[in-house]
C-alpha cells in the first residue's frame, strides 16, 4: 500500500541551526501538507503546497520556514534558524484527489532543539 | 470564525463499553467535509472516516458509527464493544478549504479503554 515517507523520524539540534525534514508523498498525489504537534497537543496546519508554490499557510509559518519540491518526488520543510519552541514532531501529509479526499500522513518526524 | 471543538479532553471506559466521542463544528461554509482522525500511542494520524456536508446518511462500519447531525453541527462517533487497542487520541478535522484541503484539527480525546 502506497505511504508517505518522512526522513528523519527524530532529529536533535541546537538552538539557532538549520534543519531540514523530508518527505516523499504518495506518488501520483498533487497536495501537500507539513503539519506539527507539540507535545501533547494538538495538531496544527503550517502550510499547503499545490502546483509548485504555496496555496495556503497559516501565521506558525513565518519566515523562517520555507517548502521546497526539488525534484518532484520530495516534498521539504526547512526551519532556517531553529528556537527551543520548534520542539515539536513534524507530519507531512499528501493528498490526491482535486477535491478533498482524505489526508495520508507520514509517521512524522520529531524535532528537538536545545 | 471557523473552528471545531472537541469538549472531552479524556475518557475511559472498561473494555466491551460503548464510547461516543463528541464533536461540534463551526462554519458558515455551505459546502466542507468532516473527517476522524486515530492517533496511537505509537504517533502515526490514521484516517478513519469522511463526510461531505450533503451527505448526512449515518454509518456503521464494524464497531465504529458515525453520528452527523448538520442542525446541530455535530458529528459524533460511536466505538461499540471497545477493545484496548482503541486507546488512542481521536482527532475531529473539518476541512472548510474546500479543495485545498486544510484540515483543522480539534484539540482531540483521549481515549483510554482498560481491561
Known amino acids: 500500500e502506497p505511504e508517505v515517507t518522512q526522513t528523519p523520524s527524530h532529529q536533535v539540534t541546537q538552538m539557532g541551526q538549520e534543519v531540514i525534514l523530508r518527505c516523499v508523498p504518495i506518488s501520483n498525489h498533487l497536495y501537500f501538507y507539513w503539519y506539527r504537534q507539540i507535545l501533547g497537543q494538538k495538531v496544527e496546519f503550517l502550510v499547503s503546497f499545490y502546483n509548485n508554490e504555496i496555496s495556503e499557510k497559516s501565521e506558525i509559518f513565518d519566515d523562517q520556514f520555507s517548502v521546497e519540491r526539488p525534484d518532484g518526488s520530495n516534498f521539504t520543510l526547512k526551519i532556517r534558524s531553529t528556537k527551543l519552541e520548534d520542539s515539536a514532531m513534524y507530519f507531512c501529509a499528501s493528498r490526491g484527489t482535486a477535491f478533498a479526499g482524505e489526508l495520508f500522513f507520514g509517521e512524522g518526524s520529531r524535532l528537538t532543539v536545545l | 470564525a471557523q473552528k471545531v471543538t472537541q469538549a472531552q479532553t479524556e475518557i475511559s471506559v472498561v473494555e466491551k463499553e460503548d464510547v461516543t466521542l463528541d464533536c461540534v463544528y463551526e462554519?458558515?461554509?455551505?459546502?466542507?467535509?468532516l473527517f476522524w482522525y486515530k492517533q496511537p500511542p505509537s504517533g502515526e494520524l490514521v484516517f478513519l472516516i469522511r463526510r461531505n456536508s450533503f451527505d448526512e446518511q449515518n454509518e456503521i462500519s464494524g464497531r465504529y458509527s458515525w453520528n452527523f447531525q448538520k442542525s446541530t453541527s455535530s458529528f459524533n462517533f460511536t466505538i461499540t464493544a471497545s477493545q484496548v487497542v482503541d486507546s488512542a487520541v481521536y482527532f475531529c478535522a473539518p476541512n472548510y478549504g474546500g479543495s485545498q484541503g486544510n484540515l483543522i484539527f480539534g484539540k482531540g480525546t483521549k481515549l483510554s479503554v482498560k481491561p
Open positions: 462554519t458558515r461554509d455551505t459546502t466542507y467535509y
